[in-house]
Structures are given as C-alpha cells and as structure tokens.
C-alpha cells in the first residue's frame, strides 16, 4: 500500500466548503433563540458613574438588560491571563480583573458595560440605543514607549506594568561587550497589528432546564480550553454542565484563543432568560474588541568582532499588553519572544528584558507567530545592519554565525535537536538568484527605480508546549495532546483530537497519518474535533502545535491499537504475540501465511467468539473493543528554520514599494502533505508582508482607534502579491516519531525582516518603521536624493 | 414590510421581509442559505458575492426589494445534479480554500470574471479580485485556480 504520508491529498473538508454547506457559528440558528447586542464604551478610560436602563427595557422586543452589577452578583468570573510571569526582581506579575462586563471602569473602545437581549436584532440594536451610560472620562493612556510615564490605569500597578522580566546574563553581556570591535545598534517599533480572520466572532448559547446544562457554540480555536476556563474561572457552570462546541471556524491566527466576554455573557445570561440567545460580531467590533498582536517598541544591540563574529547581544523591550492581560497575553512577550530573541546564530552572551505595559488599548495576544515574528524581527534587521556596517555580505556574515554542528544549545533556553542553516541558506540563494541581483538593480537604475535585496534567516520554537520545559522556565502550564482512535466494529475509524482546525486542513492530514498507521482507507477514516462533549479533553490549535503534538498523540494512539491487534490475531491465529508484524492493514504471523485483516480483528474485539470454536479471541487481560487513547507531551519543542529572500523595487517618484520577487526556504521536517504546507506558507507570508508593507492599527492619543474598518486598515489583497517562490530543506525533528515539525507560522516570521530588509537596502540604509506605505518611503527617497547630491 | 419575489438557484421564492431587508441578509436569514457569509460592514471583504441577473454583486451592497424578479445564483446554486462546477473543482484540486469563508464569494467572482474573459492573464485574475479578501491562502493557490478553471470551462 502506498503510503499517504507525504501526498498530495485533496481536502476531504473542501466539498462543504465549496458548496456552501459550511456550518459556522453565524449559521446556527436554534427554536426561539434571542438576539444579543453589547453596548461598548466609547470613551479608552473612564469610570462608569450610572448605567439607566429604563427608557431601553420599555423598547419593542426587549427580553432582558444585563450590566456589570448583575454578573458581580451572580459572582461570574472574569477574563484571565493564562501564563505566570515573574519580574527580574522576583515579584509577580501584576493583573488587574477583567469582568466580561465592566462595572465600574471601562478601559479601552468597545470594553462592554451591559448586553441588551431582544426577540430580534434589529430590536436589540434599537434597545441598545437606548442604554444611558453616565460616564466620567480619564486621561487616556495609549502610547507603547510612555506608558510608564501616564497615568495609573489600574489601581495598585504602578507605572501601568504588568512585569519587568528578564531572560539571560546581564553581567555576561557587559562582558562581551567590552571586548567588541564594533556595537551595532538599532532602535526598532513592531507596529500593532489586527488579525482580521475572515469570520467575524460570534457565539450562540443554549440553556436546557432539564438537564440544566449549556451549550455554547463559538467562534473558537480550543473548545475544551475555552469550557476549562469558563469553568474554573468564570464560573458560568461545572465542565460536565457546559458543552462548547466549536464548529467550522473561518480562520482564527491566535484571535480565536481566548475566551471573550461574549461568550462568557451569552452563556450566563442563556440561563438566566431560559432561553438561547446569538450573537454575532459586526467587523467593528471585530476591530474594536479582537485581540490585537505584536506592539513592541525595542532598543537592541549586537556586539561583533571586526570580522563578523557575534560575540554578544541585548534587547530591552516595551511590550503593550493593552487594557487587561489576556490567555497568552504575558507568555507572547516573554517566553514564545525572549529564547528566539538571538535568531539562528551562535551568540555567546545574550540577554532580553521585556516590560510589560497596560494601556487604555484593546488587549494584545497570540497572533500567527506570536513573539517569534518579534524576536526575527530585531535580530534580523540587526544582523542586515552589522552587515552594512562591517561591509561583510549579508549571506556570509549569517553563515559565519551559525551553528556548525546539531543539537544546537542555543544561547538563551532552547536545544535545537535538528537542522542544516547553510543548506537552507544556499538553496534559498540559488532559488532567488542572489548572485544575480546586482545586475538586476543596475537594471532598475537605468529606469529611475531603487532596487533592493534582503534577506532572513530564522528559527522558531512550535509545537508548544512541552511540560518539562515550559514548568522548568517557571511559567506554569504545559500543553499536551489528546487523540482516541476509535475502531467501528465493521472496520472504520474515527479519530477524536483535542487539536482544532479552523482551515489547517485537519480532516484531511491527520487522516492520511492514520491512514497510514493502520493501514485502513482515508475514505474510510473520520477526523473528529470541535466539540467537548466529543472525544477528550484536549488544548487546541495554536503555537503550530497540530501536527508536531496532536498528530503525534494520534501515532501513539494507532500504535496502541496495533499492538492490541497483535495480540488478539496471536490469539485467534495460536501464535506468540512476539511473531505477529502488522503491514498494510494486515497481522502476519511471520514465517507462515496465516494472517488476519485489521478489519477482522477489530470485528472480533467488538463480536468476540467464533460458535464452532467455543472460545473467545480476546487474550486474557484484554477487554473487548477496539479504542485507544493517547495523551502526548513532547520531550522538547520542534524548530522549523530557513530562509528567505525578498526583492523589491521602489519608485522614488511616488514611494511605492513593488514587491518584485519573494523566496521562501524552509525546513519543517517531515512533510505529511505537500499542497496544504504550501497553502500555509502562502498565507503566513501574505500576513508577514502584510505587516511590513500595508497593515498597521493605530490608536490616536484619547484611545480612539483609527483604523476600525477595511476602510482604513489595509488587509493584503490579491494584486499585492507577486508569485511566490518556495522550496524546502529537510532535516527530521529527532524528538518524535514523524520528524515532524511545524509550518504555520513560517511566512508570518520570516516576511517583516526580509521585505524590510530589502526596502532598507533600496533605500541605502535608511531606516522606516513598517508599515513601509508610500508616503514614509517616498520621504526616504527625497532624503536620498538630498545625501545624494551632497556627496556628489 | 413587503413581498420580495426572487428566482433563486432556478427556483421561484416568495417571501414578505421589511423593506430594509439586505439581499444578503435575505438569503441567509429568510431563505436558510447560509453559504452566502458576511465577513464586514463596510462592503469591502466580498465574502457575499453572489450572482444577480448573471452579473456578480456583493449581497451586502443591494436591498432584497430592489432586485425584486431578478434571478439569483448563490453558491448553493452553482452545481449541476451533484456535480461541482469547474471552478468549485479547481479551487479543490489546487488547494485554493482553507477556512472556507470567503470562499463562496471568491468563487462566484471568479466564475463572474471567466463568463466576462475567458483566459485571463494572472494580473487580470488578481485585478479581478481585488474585491475579495482572504486571509488563509495568500490567494496565489486562488489565482491558479481560475486559471485552472478557464482550461474546463
């Protein structure tokens, strides 16, 4: 039988999905369901001095108003930050609480105050007109790099911060430093950026009186986390009283993490009315009150020896938080940022401080890469920075500093079991031409355009999180994987995940693992995940954890369902268990040509007993039926790599920025199938290239934002993008049985610094702040012309 | 309110909605067809394109009223007797969806744009969908596959 692993198998999902038989949130509509509309602050600071609700509940159709005083009452729990971090100074991070309907202070546009209930949406948007919220209105505070300086958002967190944390030897670093030839130093703003999945949020919750239990259909990434922490912290009901069903979810990139105050409102006020109660995000409110992702400002230095050789490295960080610390909000700057902050090289001395601020924004999390497309970012403009400055070939220097042998100890926290960097690097040049760009920016010239090169090498650490490692850095929690490989007794499969797929194509490649674990059909194998009251506990779809941690406990589960099967053929074929192989589907004593199919001996797990032969085919100690379950911890982190190239051609004339060629070399191990990798580097590209060149969210001083529609925020659109050119290296992960690695959040890492690196070196080294839009660049340009002529 | 008399994929609907009732809205609430997805309210993302009279048209930019008697194609309507139609079938052999939804809006303006040209250049296919954003593919696997579609149709 062939194997599937490594095809290109067409997506099971996709006929739905082409058809329009998707079924998302938006698409429920359950018997005598009500409308819910949030009314939101809109004022960034302010405390609440009355809500007045009674001209609103007089409104057509309204069928409850719930505020802030009721879900106090009812002692419903807040929104929590998931990760503990600790400052270098060895006290605790500092979290405000987080009521999923504010009472007495609001924090940022579109924080909630009171949900209007109401027999239709239109009435619900009319009663919620009607709400009158007194409000008294605080100086905001916004700005990334002064939010130490404003005002005290929360009482108790003085200078708005959350922690001040570090990871590394500071004492070291000085000491690397005083033996520098050459400090290079850059000063850099990782702007803010909206995830923007294309389905807006949205829940439906239901109360069922006789069994008082609730289900929640929503918009999420991890339904089983989502009840945990609805549960254990919002107390909206015990877990065996709440079913959260996550359905087909239209992209999530880390916005689809956290549970929301909708969800936990909706939930809560379904039982108090007795009645199910939808909401759905419009996009504005997506804008508003979606986590937002990245928002760093950093000061970075790296220490080199005149001939190109690191010797050591710092990074001090400001990272915006938002209004409140939300599920991955403190882990994204510190733990998934500071251990990558040194890139691909061999640094011997490196330290990163990261401060945590609060401001009077939307809250800021996990979006696509979260904290490694940070981390890239800084080290790899430094990295094109030194090479400007020691006049050293961009490509050699980076090669000059990489790891020459595997495991890698890399400087700050990470083993690197597996990789080839000079591999993936030469191939990316070969790919992109590289020796022939000086003749194409000559080409350039002759037209009156500025052409540039640049180039990214990274590493990232995915498949969070293994629980030794992550409790050994102090922080907590880890995060394995669940899957139960269930066996029908005629034979096929259904395979549960605690992983979500809200567009990895889960249905389709962890089929074709199973498929070629057992040896049974894909057609005749079923992908199971999305609903809690479906298979196990499980943790979800982020931190490109599917394949390397949910896909691995779907091998452990498969293997244990073979290792049954041989001992049930054993049995029913009086063999030892040790002579039995399984191939292809088939239990083969060895040495003879008896053998029994996988169908036949799940049958007999589930039918046990053959009339004429009076006994049973189960081996004593083994219960009938054919299921297996396995929860998989990774040993370590995987660490997808490569690199990539981008060149671009500006006109000086009007500042526009044409990215001519893009080229993505990346190894991510073992490949389970090609076409869906591909579709994940395109899209992680398209969002990294996007923030380099056109996305941008910006609040103005008061915290009103700015960009709040596709009017004013610029999503990538398809005449944006030039043809992408991609290719592999491989390098198996040697820490779990597929050498599997991870490939979601490539193209979101590797495309700021490349595309960036590439307008910089168009622009003579000048240096803008992304997104890289016409105007900053066309200034660049005139500022070039000026230097210019100076020289001349 | 008033009665909102449509074709809708081949067969004839009649239904009394309010006169503000959006084509989008109309489908999706008063008629169950929920393939058709509202992605903004700004008519900007293009995940409720639809067919009216032949032409593409985002859903969201047209009150149900005003193309009272026209005929209209939703992503529901594009298959023959169970049969996907090209497009739907190039879309999945080249991996041009993953979440699925702006899928159904990309589609009918894709098939738009090759009953208007029938072998667009990909500056063309991507001009074309301008219109439509996604978030999953970074639309390269899109382009590739109208112009799979234009060799079938």
Known sequence: MASLVGSRVERKEDKRFLTGKGRYTADINLVNQTYAIFVRSPHARASIKKINIDKALKSPGVVSILTGKEIADDKIGGLIAGWAIRSEDGTEMKCPGNPPLAKDNVNFVGDPVAVVIAESLAEAKEAAEKVEVDYKVLKAVTSTADAMNGDTIHEGIDKNLCFDWLLGDRQKVKEAFDKADKVISIDIINNRLIPNAMEPRACVADYNAASEEITLYTTSQNPHLSRLIMSAFGNVAPEHKLRVVAPDVGGGFGSKINVYNEDIVCSWAAKKINRAIKWVAERSESFLTDIHGRDHVTHAELAVTKDGKFLGFKNETIANLGAYARVFGTVTPTYLFGPCATGVYEIPAAYTNVKAVYTNTAPVDAYRGAGRPEATYTIERLVEKASMELGIDKTELRIKNFPTAFPFKQTLVHTVDSGDYVAGMEKAKQMADYKGFEARRKESEAKGKLRGIGVTSYFEA??????????????????????????????????????????????????????????????????????????????????????????????????????????????????????????????????????????????????????????????EGDEPGLKETSFYDPSNFSFPAGTHIAEVEIDPETGHVKLEKYTACDDFGRIINPMVVEGQVHGGLAQGIGQALYENAEYDETGQLMTGSYMDYTMPRADNFPEFNIGYTCTHATTNPLGVKGCGEAGAIAAPPTVMNAVIDALGGQEVTMPATAEKVWKACKNLKKSNAKAA | MGKISLEVNGRKVEKEAPDNTLLSTFLREHLQLTGTHIGCDTSQCGACVVHVDGNSLKSCTALAADINGSKVTTIEGLETNGKMHPMQEAFKKLHGLQCGFCTPGMVMSAVDLLQKNKKPSDTEIRDWLEGNICRCTGYQNIVAAVKEAATKM
């Open chain 1, 462 to 619: 995915c498949g969070i999180a293994p629980s030794a490692a992550v409790m050994s850095l102090g922080c907590g929690v880890g995060l394995w994987e669940s899957a139960e490989v269930r066996f029908n007794p005629t034979g096929q499969v259904t395979v549960y995940t605690g992983s979500h797929s809200h567009g990895q194509s889960h249905q389709t490649t962890f089929a074709q693992i199973a498929a070629d674990e057992l040896g049974v059909p894909i057609e005749n194998i079923d992908i199971v995940h999305g609903d809690t009251d479906k298979g196990t506990f499980g943790m979800g779809t982020y931190g490109s954890r599917s394949l390397a941690v949910g896909g691995i406990a779907i091998v452990n589960a498969c293997k244990k369902i073979v290792e049954k099967g041989k001992r049930v053929t054993a049995k029913m074929l009086e063999a030892n268990p040790e002579d039995v192989e399984f191939k292809d589907g088939e239990f083969i004593v060895s040495k003879s040509n008896k053998k029994k199919t996988i169908g036949e001996v799940a049958f007999a797990c589930y039918l046990p007993g053959v009339r004429d032969e009076m006994k049973s085919p189960l081996p």
